[in-house]
């Protein structure tokens, strides 16, 4: 008989293109930079070698500055767009000019943590490429107090309510005419909207029109916010890969340096009128005013708040399976569209090792409980309605496979702990 497991290595294998895995075939044929870390922590549950060289594969990629890429384009697919001509960035391989939510290190350290002596090498190799990653975050995006994004697919929640205010400023009436190839793939009710997209094509163009110079699209750039999500996420890999430096020998004061910095800068997205962490525009200052997943991130960098609890736990039980990625009890509430409600096994599996971490063992097997539901229930879709558990967006997905194994199964046992020191 197959079980879920072999369902969940299988997936695994088949968006295996060698080296590096797409987060599933025909929507997303390229490798993703967050994604990717997922799938190697998948990898660890039953192929440690193969879980270190989806990691290598994405450092490969890494710019001269540090930055990661968020898209790899090992291979040109016209079955996606924008590729690798719009973004333009002349790099080889083929890259995107953005980058993605860092959990690199906070996985790295819970894949070697399953075999110190196998992984010490491939950790030991790929430390500088991390610490020059993070490096990248401290100098470029973190001016403010936060981790900032240039671009809401910077953050992985790509159309989330937290960036509405931002992406209202931007002019997306002249970026002419292109053809989308997500909406020929799944149902685009399910997808973000062409007012959207258009405005997001012309923050590529303002990138692409100055040579994805940083600092350039930092200061002059359409889109400017800090994401409670990436702030908690850096967060926590900045201590996780000080735990991992230090057990290596290595000097980790400038990694010390940096959380200090970040845990000092949590105040500036703390929005006291809405009793939580909040997405901010950093042009003009003003909060997003909405409650999103990427708060309830704070767990992770043990930043969490007792009102923030009691959001978690009032937008939790207004649905019934995982975290909601918007209020349920607002207006902009969609329990189908991508970011704007539904349940992402991914972040669940995210909030649940900052759960699991801030000593919150009953939630986090509560957490547990729902995601490996919607799993067994719907498949390994890319994401779920939180209210009836309707699968929805791409089938056979890389991260719910990954986040089944090392998580939901019955068979993951106990893996959220982490050891190096
Ligand atoms: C979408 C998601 C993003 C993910 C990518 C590939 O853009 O919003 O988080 O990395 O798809 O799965």
């Known amino acids: 008989m197959t079980t879920h497991d072999d369902t969940a ?79 333009g960035t ?12 860092p959990v690199a290190a906070i996985l790295a350290r819970l894949i070697w943590d399953r075999d110190r002596d196998l992984g010490e090498a491939r950790i030991r190799a790929l430390f500088p ?19 900032a994004i240039t671009h809401p697919w910077e953050s992985g929640r790509d159309n989330c309510p937290d960036w509405d205010i931002g992406m209202a400023d931007v002019d997306g009436s002249n970026v ?11 149902d685009p009710s399910m997808r973000p909207g062409k007012a959207d997209y258009d405005r997001y094509l012309a923050m590529v163009q303002f990138g692409r029109g100055c040579g994805w110079d940083q600092a350039r699209i930092v200061r002059d750039g359409p889109f400017l916010m800090a994401d409670p999500g990436i702030t908690f996420i850096l967060l926590r890999a900045h201590d996780d890969l000080a ?34 962490y909040d997405a901010r525009n950093l042009r003009d200052g003003e909060f997003a005013g909405v409650l999103g997943s990427g708060a309830f991130l704070a767990y992770l960098a043990g930043a969490e708040r007792p009102e923030l609890e009691q959001h978690l736990l009032r937008s939790w039980d207004a649905v019934k ?17 991508y970011w704007r409600g539904p349940s992402w096994p991914v972040v669940n599996a995210l ?40 699968p929805c967006g791409g089938a056979d997905f890389t991260w719910t496979a990954a986040i089944w194994l090392t998580w939901a199964s019955p068979s993951a046992g106990e893996t959220l702990a982490q050891g190096a020191a």
């Not at 922590?41 to 500055?65: H, I, K, M, N, V």
């Not at 002419?176 to 799944?186: A, F, S």
């Not at 986090?364 to 994401?383: D, K």
């Open 321 to 337: 399976f995982g975290i909601p990625s918007a209020d349920p009890e607002s207006a902009i509430f969609e329990s189908r569209r």
């Open 9 to 87: 290595r299988a997936i695994l294998r088949g968006n295996d293109r060698g080296g590096y895995t797409v987060p599933t075939a025909g929507l997303y044929p390229y490798q993703w930079n967050w994604d990717s870390a997922f799938a190697a922590w998948g990898f660890s549950t039953f192929d440690l070698p193969r879980a270190w060289d989806e990691l290598d594969t994405l450092f490969s990629a890494q710019w001269d500055d540090g930055m990661v890429p968020h898209i790899i384009f090992h291979r040109d697919d016209p079955g996606y767009f924008p590729g690798p001509d719009v973004w």
């Open 243 to 276: 735990a991992i430096g230090r057990a290596l020998g290595e000097d980790v004061t400038e990694i010390e340096g940096w959380a200090a910095d970040l845990r000092a800068g949590l105040e500036t997205i703390w929005n006291p009128a809405l009793g939580a």
């Open 129 to 147: 490429a991390l610490r020059a990653w993070h490096r990248w975050w401290a100098e470029y995006r973190c001016g403010s107090g936060a981790a």
């Open 351 to 390: 909030i649940a090792l900052g759960l699991h971490s801030g000593g919150r063992p009953e939630l986090e097997a509560r957490l547990r409980r729902e995601t490996r539901e919607l799993i067994t229930r719907g498949g390994f879709y890319e994401y779920f309605d939180p209210l009836d558990a309707t």
């Open 90 to 101: 002349g790099h080889v391989p083929a890259t995107s000019g953005i980058s993605q939510p």
């Open 176 to 186: 002419g005419d292109y053809t989308r190839r997500d909406t020929g793939h799944v």
